[in-house]
Structure formats: structure tokens, C-alpha cells
């Protein structure tokens, strides 16, 4: 069964780190793009990184410079590292799996069910 | 960026109605946009891609379409279980971009 596990999140304080994992099964976490979106509590979806098969990273200017995305083929796994945090990260963090189903459709076909992260003092 | 300008913020219609969203990109995706759908306390769920191709299991009530710069998701004989918060979603180039979302109410 294709299944992606988000765990991680908890309760930091600003300026303090964190690291997600995202546990996949039913396909290599390397055989296609990978994403990380967040949603703050009670607001929109909002993007904030990728990976691709390749191995090229991108993020969201929010991010850029704190986190950083990787992954561990060996252990199955998807990972966002956050550092330097600050409030406005307070979010539920899914994982996501993007799929080119070819004709410029790129999708996220596989979400997570999300691990929250709350960043306060 | 490219910014996705998705209207309207809410609407409530009743069981068996049709409704439309619309979401404008600033600038052209070519036919790069998707519709999700986030139910309460759900993770989101891919609807539609490529602008008006149903995802895998989707009820065919369920259509993308576009006109000029506006895409649209319609909504035919409404279900209780569509109530959620729609989005469209651009993939044509990062940073990968939502709408605001819409939130449906089923009276």
C-alpha cells in the first residue's frame, strides 16, 4: 500500500530546531519528487519545499536559508529539518508525493495525514 | 511568483445544486492546474489535474475547466459529502503555488 507517515512535530520555542520525518512505503522515496507543505492553524495551504529525483532541492523564500529538505533511500524516509524557528511556522506539516502523469501534469497524488508543529514561547 | 487568486472565499448551496470556483493565475501555467479537496481534520485530496482531467476514483460530478486566464472547478448535483475547503493549485514552476481556498457549506 502506498502510505506516507509525517511524525516529529511537537512544541518549540522560537529560535529552536526541529526535524520531520516522513515515512514512506509502496514506492522508493527517491523514485519521484517529494514535497513538504504546511497549513497554519485555521488558514490556506502554503508550499515549502522539494525535493526531486535528482536530488535538487527547492523552498519557499519563508524558509529558505532555515530549512532543509533530504531523505535516506536506506530507511524510507523523508525528512525537513528546521532550524532557526520562529512563531509564523506554527503549522500542521504534511508530506506529499508529486507524480508527473506526463503533458506538464505534475500532481500531488499522496498526502500524509500531517504532524503539528507549534513554535511559541 | 506566480500568484493564484481563487474566488469565491466561501459560498452555501444546497444538496442537489451545482456551484463554479474560479481561480485566476497571474501570469500563464499553460493547463498546469490542479483542484484539491480538503474535507475537516482531512489531509487534502488531488480532485482534478492538468486543468480538467478527473484524478482516479473521483466522481465524474465533478469539472475543470478554462476560459482565457480562468480556471474553473464546477461542482454538479451536490452531495453532502462535498462540503469542504476546495483550492487550485499551479504546478507550472516553483515556488508551487495555492489558491486562498473555498469553503463549501452543504445546507
Known amino acids: 500500500e502506498v502510505q506516507l507517515v509525517e511524525s516529529g512535530g511537537g512544541l518549540v520555542q522560537p529560535g529552536e530546531s526541529l526535524r520531520l520525518s516522513c515515512a514512506v512505503s509502496g514506492f522508493g522515496v527517491s523514485d519521484t519528487y517529494m514535497n513538504w507543505v504546511r497549513q497554519a492553524p485555521g488558514k490556506g495551504l502554503e508550499w515549502v519545499s522539494l525535493?526531486?529525483?535528482?536530488?535538487?532541492?527547492f523552498y519557499a523564500d519563508s524558509v529558505k536559508g532555515r530549512f532543509t529538505i533530504s531523505r535516506d533511500n536506506s530507511k524510507a524516509t523523508l525528512y525537513l529539518q528546521m532550524n532557526s524557528l520562529r512563531p509564523e511556522d506554527t503549522a500542521l506539516y504534511y508530506c506529499?508525493?508529486?507524480?508527473?502523469?506526463?503533458?506538464?501534469?505534475?500532481?500531488?497524488?499522496?498526502w500524509g495525514q500531517g504532524t503539528m508543529v507549534t513554535v511559541s514561547s | 511568483d506566480i500568484q493564484m487568486t481563487q474566488s469565491p472565499s466561501s459560498l452555501s448551496a444546497s444538496v442537489g445544486e451545482s456551484v463554479t470556483i474560479t481561480c485566476r493565475a497571474s501570469q500563464p501555467i499553460s493547463n498546469s492546474l490542479n483542484w484539491v479537496q480538503q474535507r475537516p481534520g482531512r489531509a487534502p485530496n488531488l480532485l482534478i489535474y492538468g486543468t480538467s482531467k478527473l484524478q482516479s476514483g473521483v466522481p465524474s460530478r465533478f469539472r475543470g475547466s478554462v476560459s482565457g486566464t480562468d480556471f474553473t472547478l464546477t461542482i454538479s448535483s451536490l452531495q453532502r459529502e462535498d462540503s469542504a475547503t476546495y483550492y487550485c493549485q499551479q504546478t507550472y514552476n516553483t515556488p508551487i503555488t495555492f489558491g486562498q481556498g473555498t469553503r463549501l457549506e452543504i445546507k
Open positions: 506529499a508525493r508529486e507524480m508527473d502523469y506526463g503533458e506538464e501534469d505534475d500532481v500531488f497524488d499522496i
Open positions: 525535493i526531486s529525483s535528482g536530488g535538487t532541492t
